[in-house]
Each structure stands twice: as C-alpha cells, then as structure tokens.
C-alpha cells in the first residue's frame, strides 16, 4: 500500500504556541486531507485541500497543498489544550484512501 | 443525514476463534466502503475497500478477508485469529465529495 511520512511523530508544546507539521508520499495525490482523531475515537475531518498550491483555512487551523502534489502542510496556532490529539494527513490517488502515520500532539497548560 | 454502524465497540477473542465485524451505512447510496486497522499509537492502514457489491479490493495480504453482500454492509472476517491481529478497526465511507466518514471503532484484542 501507499506509504504517507508524517512529522514530526510527537510534540510537547506550551499553550499559545503555533504548531507546524508536514506529510510527504512517493506518488501523486489528487486529493489532500487532514483529519484529527481523539483517543478511542474514528478520525474527524479538519481541512480538504483539491488542487496544488491551495492554502485553505479552518479557523485556527491552516493547510496547503504542495506544488508538487507529493506534500501538504498543515499549521495550528495558538494552541489550546483541546487541540490535544493525534493528526492524520491523508491522500486519495483514485479510490484508495491513505492515511499518515500521525502526529501526536500535546499541549500544556 | 447519513451515519455509519460499527460493532461490536470492544471485542476479547482468543487466538485461532473467527471474526466477524459488521460495519452498516445509512443515508447514502453506492458508497465506496473501507477497512482501516489501528495499531496503539499509529497511523491507519488500509486493509480493504469496495467501490461496490461485491467488489473488494485487498492492500495488504495478511489473515483477514472482507465482503460487501449488501450495497450498504461491509463485513471484515478472520477464519483463525493471530496475536498479531489485535488493533483498533475502522470502518469508513465516502461518495463523490473527497471527505471520509468514519464509524467510532472496534477495539480487537487477541489473546
């Protein structure tokens, strides 16, 4: 199956700081989303990014779509502790649908 | 609205017992179908997914099989259980709009 690197894997960050992570594939997506999932629970939408070098916010929440359509970008600031969880960048190059392998995000009060 | 079944929640199987998970779509007609696998702490791999009755496509080869006998059923079976079979297992859905919608889980444990 596709392979999605996500990173970084894990991060400690102080409440009000900005958060950044990335996800890269070895092939061509179509489609980019990214998705939070808490613990126990199925994954939820955040962001859909369709076209290269689209920047799409969700209030907080900013993601792009990479010029080469092998990455996407996603950028959280000033974190608060309900961002707690783990974010999964995901790719859709026909019908499959793969997902990262996640970042572990934590935030401290 | 549409909304997705998945059961049971918590399952304790020992290792060699078959499996069963049923994972039901409501709301939406010809729905691509998927099978995720969670292990603790990673990221989810796709084990299966169906454009339609009947038609299943496998990603990784491995002790399990699914079926969709129904337009809107997906069902993820084992004949023998593994230890190496336990996770976390979500079943997903998605039409035309690129979105997934996922069940809240199955958490497997083989012991």
């Known amino acids: 199956g596709q392979q999605l690197n996500q990173s970084p894997q894990s991060m400690f960050i102080q409440e009000g700081e900005d958060v950044s992570m990335n996800c890269t594939s070895s092939?061509?997506?179509?489609?980019w989303l990214w998705y939070k999932q808490d613990p126990g629970e199925g994954p939820v939408l955040l962001i859909a990014?369709?076209?290269?070098?689209e920047l799409t916010s969700n209030g907080r929440l900013t993601a792009q779509f990479g010029i080469t359509r092998k990455d996407s970008f996603l950028n959280i600031s000033a974190s608060i502790p309900s961002d707690v969880g783990i974010y999964f960048c995901?790719?859709?190059?026909?019908?499959?649908?793969?997902f990262g392998t996640g970042t572990s995000l934590t935030v401290i009060p | 609205s549409q909304t997705i079944h998945q059961w049971p929640a918590t399952l304790v199987q020992p290792v060699g017992s078959p499996l069963s998970l049923e994972c039901t779509v409501e709301?939406?007609?010809?729905?691509?179908l998927y099978w995720y696998r969670q292990a603790a702490g990673r990221g989810l791999q796709l084990l299966f997914y169906?454009?339609?009755?009947?038609?299943i496509s496998s990603e990784v080869p491995q002790n399990l099989s699914a079926s969709r006998p129904q337009d809107r059923q997906f069902i993820l079976s084992s004949k023998k259980l593994l230890l190496s079979d336990s996770g976390f297992y979500l079943c997903?859905?998605?039409?035309?709009?690129?979105?997934?919608?996922f069940g809240q889980g199955t958490r497997l444990t083989v012991v």
């Open positions: 997903a859905w998605r039409t035309i709009d690129p979105d997934a919608f």
């Open positions: 092939s061509i997506f179509n489609t």
């Open positions: 990014l369709y076209k290269a070098g």
């Open positions: 995901a790719g859709q190059p026909g019908n499959q649908f793969y």
């Open positions: 709301g939406t007609s010809n729905p691509n």
């Open positions: 169906s454009v339609g009755i009947g038609q």
